[in-house]
């Protein structure tokens, strides 16, 4: 009989977890899906039956549900809780962890959810091998995890690997956390809205912007996206802008870590075919002595939408120094 492991990604919208063995963990045993609730009581509750299920669906199967671990979307002390959240506010200063360890009777490691996924993308990804990584999540807003030495970092506060909040244009776009011209400004499904505003002001956006029904506030990522599958050159255009973007973080984080590998995911990677080549093709130029060493390869993470909830459970059994 197997032990399996219980891992949960709770992300803005939607809570995904997944009941792995540890020798195959890209390919989950049980599955379950749920929407995020926006209050702290109802969540708690969700996870817990979420919990439920996967362990009725594990002991069906005629195996053992072992550890547990949850990956949330935001900076996670070294106590494991929640301490900074854009997309979960209701759980900030929750004590999550122990009401959800009172409700299902055993202990649950809590880490940041990029992390998760790096961590996931190391063991069974596109990092295998890898002993220095960087992570970046594409995605509303930027995600990331940083692995050293085949250690996540964590930081003095728990608090490291945020390259969202980079600042890449000094006096540019204000961001939610206070700074200005944060990387996730430009860079993410929110800095492709902008960039397609900005062109609208210009007279350079024509389908977007009648896709947002003739209001540039209107515009969001999947406007943009929609007019680049149907070809349009202004779209396509507002893409290669949004590559230069992303280019200039990765090449910042290059620079301080000079890793073996940069792994991209988050949503904005289904529509990579858009933007992805160009980044590659970019980068050179953003990377100190870049023509005189090996380059370092920047892939797609391979684990897609799982790769949180599969480095959860599998940072259930390895959990990081926390206290
Ligand atoms: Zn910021």
Known sequence: MTELLLGIDVGGTKVLGVAIDPAFPDQPVALRRAATPGDVETLVDVLAS???QL??????TGHQSGPIGLGLPGVVDRSGVLRGAPNLLCAIDQPVRSRLEEHVGSTVMI??????????????GSGVGASDAVFVALGTGIGGAVMVGGELRVGANGFAGEP?????AADGVQCPCGRSGCWERYASGAGLAWLAREAALQGQAGLILELAGGDADAIVGAHVTAAADAGDAEALEIFDRFAG?????IGNLMNILDPDVVIVGGGLTAHARHYFDRVRQLLPAEVLGAGSHRSTPVMLAQLGPDAGAIGAALLAIEPLRRE
């Open 50 to 52: 979420t919990i439920d």
């Open 245 to 249: 973007w992303v280019a200039v973080g």
């Open 111 to 124: 880490e940041n959810d990029a992390n998760c996924a790096l961590w996931a993308e190391s063991r069974v």
């Open 164 to 168: 969202g909040h980079m600042v890449v």
């Open 55 to 60: 362990r009725a669906e594990v002991s069906a």
